[in-house]
């Protein structure tokens, strides 16, 4: 039985043009014409106006921080609920996340959670210095409350768009509506450049001020001169012509996982136990990165995620728990956590299933199979 991913890349075929071009014109560097035109590809898709590529998401969130000036003891607001590399930046910088619970309706940050805990640290002569909030699997996080928060008290919101390149909320496209938008083209997100990212904002200054500090903050000079410390973060030639490839595509890779995700849907009607992670009203676009559900081993008669994780395994199917929060890794041990026990409910019986846009309804017909044999009708 071939093995059935839970996102895996999808080539559109056009990616090897932009890779030729970039072999016959000698520009293998991390600057060229791909990486120029990828970032306007970028601009042009998400109407934001500037974006500088990067070797890595991460990379993006940790410029985005040092821009926001988070410094040794800084603290820094983040949803718990997510996968790590939303917060091991804040780490890099001497700087103390404090982790915020999810909300039940599109299962990323909680604002009444978020507003608890910017009062909490205020009365404690604390200010965070910034809020990074994660559009989960897709779906657009609840920004209106989320930005009239951080607006009443002035601070900064980075998006965490990863996993929702695509997205939009309130028909703006999910990476810009917050002070900066980070973007991560890994090779299983919705399109990839092998490994990537990008950081986008409307603050042409601080796009600007990203790209030096990511190529080793090289000073104006004939010699190498560095006044600051740099990073080598930009992202190269090659890689962006994977990318322009692949932004041909992104509006289809959208509809196809947005047409697994109603296969799933229709699909799980005809059981008991079984939610989804849905869009709260049509206001919210997710781009549906990956279909996910929760298990309540009360109504499946007993199964678990983990009977389900554990069945499709054996068919040679990928499925994944969902992130485990990050207020309950080992590694964070002992840092501050306001919420409940609702994202953790979430990562218990949680599962993400197979998703890709290069799905095959064969790989269906076997996934939806082992559920028909585990679940009651
Ligand atoms: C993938 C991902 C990142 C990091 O992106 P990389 O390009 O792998 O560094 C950050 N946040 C979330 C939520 C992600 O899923």
Known sequence: MNKVWLSSPHLSGTELKYINEAFSTNWIAPLGPNVNGFEKDLQ?????KHSAVLSSGTAAIHLALILLNVGYGDEVICQSFTFVA???PIVYQGAKPIFIDSEEDTWNMCPVFLRKAIIDRLAKGKKPKAIIVVHLYGMPAKMNEILAIANEFNIPVIEDAAEALGSNYYGKKCGTLGKFGVLSFNGN??????????LVSDDEDAITKARILASQARDDAPHYQHSEIGYNYRMSNICAGIGRGQMEVLSQRILQRRANNKRYVDFFKNFEGVTLQLEPNSSYYSNFW????IID???TGGVTREDIRGALENENIESRP?????????VFTGVKFFGD?????FFNNGLCLPSGSNLENESFTRIFEIFDKLLKL
């Open 189 to 198: 997100k919705i399109i990839t450049t092998s490994g990537g990212g990008a």
């Open 297 to 299: 081993p009360l109504k």
């Open 341 to 345: 026990k609702i994202c953790e409910r």
């Open 44 to 48: 042009k898709y998400l109407n934001v």
């Open 322 to 330: 969902l992130w485990k929060p990050m207020h309950l890794q080992p």
């Open 290 to 293: 990956l279909t996910s559900i």
């Open 86 to 88: 939303t917060a091991n």
